[in-house]
Structure formats: structure tokens, C-alpha cells
């Protein structure tokens, strides 16, 4: 018998953040009011009324917020089985807030690292010492014993060339669990500033799938590729977080300035598109296709629709 879909309830915090990432989908939302203590509370109490397994709580950077552990330890009060939070790392530094966070009951973290050195991940994140600092706070968690540590990184230009390395990074450090993000340009940083930022899937993708297969090789069979054309990833469709995750939950956005009750239904039939050039492609049903804005700047040409197995 199939298992029931999880609900995941994504809880962001508002948008306010200590890096200022080039490709950042919130950009232009900075200005937006954080949500307040008891607005977090009464969403994470009514998350938990919903019977969600995983809440996610995101910002800009939640970790920033005073608030931040009282909001993890009333989800985990709450009963919520998995709470976890997308970070950029920085305030792990701080050894202190590095214990009180690994103390709250936060089940995991998820890391955002944009290159393997400083030189890549501080153009990215335009904040100077923020790969310095994301690097001292794995490396409190780790000697705090805490290890539920994941890690994402938004593939751009910039970083392309540096994507052997980054996998490197992550083997050294033992994250059994990464996401190779195709940059979402619909929205903010990356939309203001498409041709500077934006690769070709065609370049992207082969270093992804590097990527990826420096992790097999390292036995870290869980690393994915999120938000890509699957013609481009025919040989490891088992490494898509889409298709994953379309199978394990049912996702719903919670954010200050929307509330979006299917965010997985509504990325595939609003953000992402198929083209003509897709039609009788065998991998047409369980793919999203290619950003919106991707296909309005630089076509559909690059799609390969896979007419025989
Ligand atoms: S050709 Fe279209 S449907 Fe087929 S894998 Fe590529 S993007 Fe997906």
C-alpha cells in the first residue's frame, strides 16, 4: 500500500537577512514586516493543528531573530516531529548561539553554501567574512555533537566552474544530504539581473551531474538536483528533489505577504513550463520543465525530449 503524503509547512519569518545574496528570490522584498513573536507562535501552533511532520522555518535568516529557539521549542512542545530551518550559517559562529540553537530541539539545519571558498561564496552573498563565519559555525555544531547538518547551493554563473570543489567541501565535511538548485529567476535578484547571473541549462547541468556523481562515488547517494528540465538528468532522475518530494509531501508556503496551500502543485503549473518542443517526450509527466522567465530570456532550444528508453 502507497504511504500517505507528509505535510510540510514552510514558515518564513520575513525577509529580512544578514547576507544580501545576489540571486536572492526575496530581493525586493526586504522591506516587508517581519511577522512578531505571537504571529510565529499562533502559526506554529496552528501547524501543528494541521498534523504537519516537517515545519520549516525559513526567512530572509530566522536564526537572526531573538526569537528564533522560543518559536523551534514551542514547535517541538507542540509535538511537531521535524523541525528544521534553512540557514546561511552566520550566526553559528558565535559558540553560543551556536549551543542555545542545538539546544532548542531543532531536528535540522540546512546550510547554504554558494562556493567552496571565500572568493566564490562572499561575491555571492555580497557580505564579506560570511563563508568565514558559515564554515566556524559547522564546525560549533560539530563540536556540540550536533550532525542533522544538510546543505543547498543556488547554482548561478558564478559558481559553475567551482561545483567540483564545492562537493569536495561537502564530502569534508560529511553532509550526507545536499540540493544543487537551478537558480530560480521568476522573482527578485535573479529576474533584475538575468543575463549576469542566470547559466544556460546546457552548461549548468553538466556540472551539476558532476556534482552529483563526486557525492555517489563519496557513498553520498542522497545529493539532489532541484528545479531542473529532466532531458538534461536522464541518467540520475533517481537524484531529483521534485520528483521526490511530489511523492512524500504535500508542501504549503506560509510567508507574510502570501499563503500558498500547494506550493509543489503551483511551481508546476505557474513557475515552470513545458514547451511544444516537449510534446511526446517520455519524460513528460513527472517533469516541470524550465523556469518561466528562463524560456521568455532564452528559449526552449536547449530541451532534448527523450523519445525512446
Ligand atoms: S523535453 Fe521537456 S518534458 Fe522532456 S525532459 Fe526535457 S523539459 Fe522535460
Redesign the pocket.
Known sequence: MKEEKKLKIVLFTGYACNNNCAFCIDADKRAFPQKTTAELLRETARASRKGAYILEIIGGEATIRPDFTRVVAAAKALGIPQVACATNGRVFADPAAARRIARSGIDSLIFSVHGPDARTHDALTRAPGSFAQLKKGLANLRALGFKRISGNTTVVKQNLAALPALAKFYIRNRINNVEYIFVDPNYGGAKNDFEKLVPRIAKAAPAMRRALALGRAAGLDQWKARYV???HFKDCLDQISEINEREIFFTEHWAPDFVNKDAIASRAAVGRR??A??RG?L??AS?E??WTEYLKNYGDAE????RAL
Not at 530541451?303 to 527523450?306: D, E, F, T, Y
Open positions: 528540465p529532466l532531458c513545458k514547451t518542443r516537449c517526450c519524460l513528460y517533469c520543465g524550465l530541451l532534448k525530449p527523450l
